[in-house]
């Protein structure tokens, strides 16, 4: 016979998400990380999330007055009013009695008579949630680390024969990291700042431990917004997929179709490479306002170009963006990498996928997201689960990702080729003395694709695709030769404007 353990939600649904459906009750949990972290807002959540659902709950304070616990509450919107408060502060600290709150005094009390008030309210209020804030101020009461240890674990013993589901707090100022409190709790949170050198702060939290209890591994982003702490969950992408039909996509020029045996497949990933201004942005964009014509939501992430100048770049090859935009077929959205973290990134596509029923997806570029992330190992790692949960579910994913030169070899900051169903590369090459765009597919992993380099251009009527450069040699390295006085006939001829004659 199995015993299923009741579970409480934390007040927020990504944590929940990540403790398999929120805390085992009745357990002591440790919350610790730096000052600035958001472990007290997360513990007024778990206190709220008691009192919403008609619980038992008390909130203990030991490291601030109740009053500033209520400003911070009010800079969230929240009303704590409701909320059973005990004030732990020095006697100098305190002011005059409220009816609303217990007040102790434990400036010149040893922790022992801390602990023996604190049990005696807990008795008086039998709580079923319970948060201490924090175990920093109880560890300066106590005279050694030993005795600090062994109060500790008299607590826990005094809450063994309870219901009481009892959440730690701790800012690790102490001088060593305390690996026998993590012991003593049947589960340790931890909440992290990274700083970086330009930007704000990026945050992740990770459970170190829960006992007999499953969960998801690893470190999780999350942010501080109006509203509380918002935890955006690792993506596992054999957690999602779904069957779909397996077909192409066509992108309404068909030159440019054939190149890809007749469109790009559903459930796929393409990467579109090539130096800066080859034409990129505005080959992912056809098949985006393609599939936005025909009744499929499509978004752009656009995280180096603003918003209007790629608006007016695409309508000056007679795409009419604002009408499908209107449509709600077609959506932009502008992206700042120094406010961004990945998870939140990753949130945000999951979202538009799974609630608008997005069917595809242009990250423009990969070189923005890059700089939102710490390293590129975690580049490769999120990418890779994006990537296969965008297929699984089939959607298309087209990344573009810009190279750095402009002529001859290019290189990129990560080599990511692998991660992609068809690379398509673009490149400059001079003939006559003017600059010409090519464009061919390199690698397709579902059906036959053409192997031939082909004129790219971009006028009035779009996107214009020449006819495959045979008699061309040395193309991709920027300088071809004609192989016969032929070549010529078989390049995109002209005028002085740039159209096409």
Same mark, same amino acid.
């Given at each position: 016979?199995?015993?299923?353990?009741?579970?409480?939600?934390?007040?927020?649904?990504?944590?929940?998400?990540?403790?398999?459906?929120?805390?085992?009750?009745?357990q002591m949990y440790l919350l610790e990380g730096?000052?600035?972290?958001?472990?007290?807002?997360?513990?007024?959540?778990?206190?709220?999330?008691?009192?919403?659902?008609?619980?038992?709950?008390?909130?203990?304070?030991?490291?601030?007055?109740?009053?500033?616990?209520?400003?911070?509450?009010?800079?969230?919107?929240?009303?704590?009013?409701?909320?059973?408060?005990?004030?732990?502060?020095?006697?100098?600290?305190?002011?005059?009695?409220?009816?609303?709150?217990?007040?102790?005094?434990?400036?010149?009390?040893?922790?022992?008579?801390?602990?023996?008030?604190?049990?005696?309210?807990?008795?008086?209020?039998?709580?079923?949630?319970?948060?201490?804030?924090?175990?920093?101020?109880?560890?300066?009461?106590?005279?050694?680390?030993?005795?600090?240890?062994?109060?500790?674990?008299?607590?826990?013993?005094?809450?063994?024969?309870?219901?009481?589901?009892?959440?730690?707090?701790?800012?690790?100022?102490?001088?060593?990291?305390?690996l026998q409190l993590q012991s003593i709790a049947?589960?340790?949170?931890?909440?992290?700042?990274?700083?970086?050198?330009?930007?704000?702060?990026?945050?992740?939290?990770?459970?170190?431990?829960?006992?007999?209890?499953?969960?998801?591994?690893?470190?999780?982003?999350?942010?501080?917004?109006?509203?509380?702490?918002?935890?955006?969950?690792?993506?596992?992408?054999?957690?999602?997929?779904?069957?779909?039909?397996?077909?192409?996509?066509?992108?309404?020029?068909?030159?440019?179709? %054939?190149?890809? !045996?007749?469109?790009? @497949?559903?459930? +796929?990933?393409?990467? #579109? /490479?090539?130096? =800066?201004?080859?034409?990129?942005?505005?080959?992912?964009?056809?098949?985006?306002?393609?599939?936005?014509?025909?009744?499929?939501?499509?978004i752009v992430y656009a995280f180096d170009e603003?918003?209007?100048?790629?608006?007016?770049?695409?309508?000056?090859?007679?795409?009419?963006?604002?009408?499908?935009?209107?449509?709600?077929?077609?959506?932009?959205?502008?992206?700042?990498?120094?406010?961004?973290?990945?998870?939140?990134?990753?949130?945000?596509?999951?979202?538009?996928?799974?609630?608008?029923?997005?069917?595809?997806?242009?990250?423009?570029?990969?070189?923005?997201?890059?700089?939102?992330?710490?390293?590129?190992?975690?580049?490769?790692?999120?990418?890779?689960?994006?990537?296969?949960?965008?297929?699984?579910?089939?959607?298309?994913?087209?990344?573009?990702? %810009?190279?750095? !030169?402009?002529?001859? @070899?290019?290189? +990129?900051?990560?080599? #990511? /080729?692998?991660? =992609?169903?068809?690379?398509?590369?673009?490149?400059?090459?001079?003939?006559?003395?003017?600059?010409?765009?090519?464009?061919?597919?390199?690698?397709?992993?579902?059906?036959?694709?053409?192997?031939?380099?082909?004129?790219?251009?971009?006028?009035?009527?779009?996107?214009?695709?020449?006819?495959?450069?045979?008699?061309?040699?040395?193309?991709?390295?920027?300088?071809?030769?004609?192989?016969?006085?032929?070549?010529?006939?078989?390049?995109?001829?002209?005028?002085?404007?740039?159209?096409?004659?």
């Open positions: 016979m199995t015993h299923s353990v009741r579970r409480l939600n934390t007040g927020v649904d990504g944590l929940d998400d990540i403790l398999s459906g929120g805390l085992p009750s009745g730096d000052p600035g972290t958001g472990k007290t807002t997360l513990a007024m959540q778990f206190i709220r999330a008691a009192i919403a659902q008609g619980e038992r709950a008390l909130y203990v304070t030991l490291s601030e007055p109740a009053s500033e616990l209520q400003n911070s509450a009010l800079s969230h919107g929240w009303d704590i009013q409701s909320i059973p408060i005990s004030e732990f502060v020095p006697e100098e600290a305190s002011f005059s009695a409220d009816q609303q709150y217990t007040v102790f005094h434990p400036s010149e009390v040893e922790l022992a008579s801390t602990i023996q008030r604190l049990t005696a309210e807990i008795e008086s209020l039998n709580p079923d949630r319970l948060v201490i804030d924090s175990l920093s101020e109880l560890r300066l009461l106590a005279s050694d680390a030993m005795r600090y240890r062994r109060q500790l674990l008299a607590l826990k013993q005094f809450f063994a024969g309870r219901q009481t589901t009892v959440l730690m707090l701790d800012d690790l100022t102490g001088e060593t990291r305390d049947h589960g340790v949170i931890r909440l992290e700042k990274l700083p970086r050198s330009y930007g704000s702060t990026r945050r992740r939290v990770e459970i170190l431990k829960l006992r007999g209890s499953t969960f998801r591994e690893g470190f999780h982003d999350y942010t501080i917004q109006h509203g509380g702490l918002v935890v955006y969950p690792r993506l596992v992408a054999a957690e999602h997929t779904q069957d779909f039909a397996n077909e192409r996509i066509a992108s309404g020029n068909g030159s440019l179709d %054939a190149m890809f !045996g007749g469109g790009i @497949a559903r459930g +796929s990933a393409t990467l #579109i /490479s090539g130096p =800066a201004g080859s034409g990129k942005s505005t080959v992912a964009m056809q098949y985006a306002y393609a599939a936005a014509l025909r009744g499929d939501r499509a603003v918003l209007r100048t790629a608006k007016d770049r695409v309508k000056a090859l007679g795409m009419d963006i604002d009408t499908v935009i209107e449509q709600g077929t077609l959506a932009m959205s502008q992206v700042d990498p120094a406010e961004l973290s990945p998870g939140e990134f990753i949130a945000q596509i999951r979202a538009d996928v799974e609630q608008k029923d997005t069917r595809v997806v242009v990250v423009d570029s990969l070189n923005g997201l890059l700089n939102s992330m710490p390293g590129e190992r975690d580049v490769v790692l999120q990418l890779h689960e994006l990537v296969a949960y965008l297929n699984q579910n089939g959607i298309i994913t087209i990344m573009i990702l %810009a190279q750095q !030169g402009l002529i001859g @070899a290019m290189q +990129s900051q990560l080599d #990511i /080729s692998y991660l =992609a169903d068809t690379v398509v590369l673009l490149r400059y090459f001079e003939v006559r003395g003017s600059i010409r765009q090519v464009i061919s597919v390199l690698k397709q992993r579902v059906g036959r694709h053409e192997r031939s380099l082909r004129e790219l251009h971009f006028g009035p009527r779009g996107i214009q695709v020449g006819e495959p450069l045979r008699d061309l040699q040395g193309v991709l390295t920027g300088v071809p030769q004609f192989v016969n006085s032929g070549a010529s006939n078989m390049l995109l001829q002209r005028d002085g404007e740039g159209n096409e004659s």
